[in-house]
């Protein structure tokens, strides 16, 4: 039987932690665990008060190994297709979030767990993190965006090749290629991403979600429909509360307090 083996904490209101906790498995997805990620994304896209999504794995020895290959060797064609758009459900619907997703990585990032990586919005690495995307040697290629979003990261020439190859990148190298925002000590990886999310809370929460989505835009479209969906963002927030707020509180030399609004 293979669980979902997730843990999911909330220390503050609107920032929530989901931890893979399958150590022994190095971290690796199942069934199980995509039915629980798509009912928890599902939860959270419908809490308008959600600020921050943190994504991390228990121990050090890994962030995500990807698929669990033993459960994979189990399932037909049928039930391993039904996994995999689990999963993909999963994927879309963390891409709708109007708010941060951050990926704290320990170990190794591999496969599917390189692909939760890279589909999140900001990625914080321990120095001990690893990534690599070795579906090409298993005789399938990455299905969770891995081609997609690595070839954003790094252009496709140079995705194509570490796909082809199937190579390993250190954290300080993923870091050097764009792949990772920073790298922080192994045991200091967990204060560092707490230290970010509560300057996330700290922000005005429509400014924020504008930014999430007109980031995740440029990706997408680029170009003039880029700029035209920056723009339409740009004056939503003209038109809010909190600007006023913003610019009265600057004036008067205090904190703003944001209502989100």
């Known amino acids: 039987m293979f669980d979902a083996g997730l843990r999911v904490e909330e220390p503050a209101r609107g920032l929530v932690i989901v931890t893979i906790d399958r150590p022994a498995a190095r971290n690796a997805l199942t069934t199980a665990s995509g039915r629980a990620l798509v009912d928890l994304y599902t939860r959270l896209a419908m809490r308008p008060e959600m600020r921050a999504l943190v994504i991390t794995g228990s ?7 990807g698929a669990d290959l033993k459960e994979r060797a189990t399932l ?12 993909r459900l999963g994927l879309t619907l ?42 090409l040697q298993r005789g399938v290629m990455p299905g969770m965006g891995g081609t997609q ?19 390993e990148l250190d954290a300080p190298r993923a870091e050097e290629l764009g792949l990772v925002n920073r790298v922080v000590p192994p045991d200091r990886l967990m204060d560092e991403v707490m230290r970010y999310a509560d300057r996330l809370m700290a922000l005005p929460p429509l400014a ?29 927030l003209m038109a809010s509360e909190d600007r006023v707020e913003g610019a009265r509180a600057f004036a008067e030399g205090r904190p703003p307090v944001w209502q989100g609004r």
Request: glycine share 12%; net charge neutral; proline share 3%.
């Open 59 to 65: 121990g050090d020895r890994a962030f995500c190994s």
């Open 76 to 87: 037909n064609a049928e039930a391993a297709r039904a996994q995999h758009l689990t999963h």
């Open 94 to 135: 963390r891409g709708s979030f109007e708010f941060p997703v951050i990926a704290a990585v320990n170990g190794a990032a591999h496969g599917g767990g390189a692909e939760l990586a890279l589909s999140s919005d900001l990625v914080i690495a321990a120095t001990n993190a690893r990534f690599a995307l070795p579906e």
């Open 149 to 167: 979003f690595l070839a954003r990261a790094l252009g496709g020439r140079r995705a194509l090749d570490l796909l082809l190859s199937g190579a």
């Open 208 to 236: 924020v979600q504008a930014a999430v989505r007109s980031t995740r835009g440029a990706a997408d479209f680029g170009g003039p429909a880029g700029l035209a969906l920056e723009l339409a963002l740009h004056q939503r």
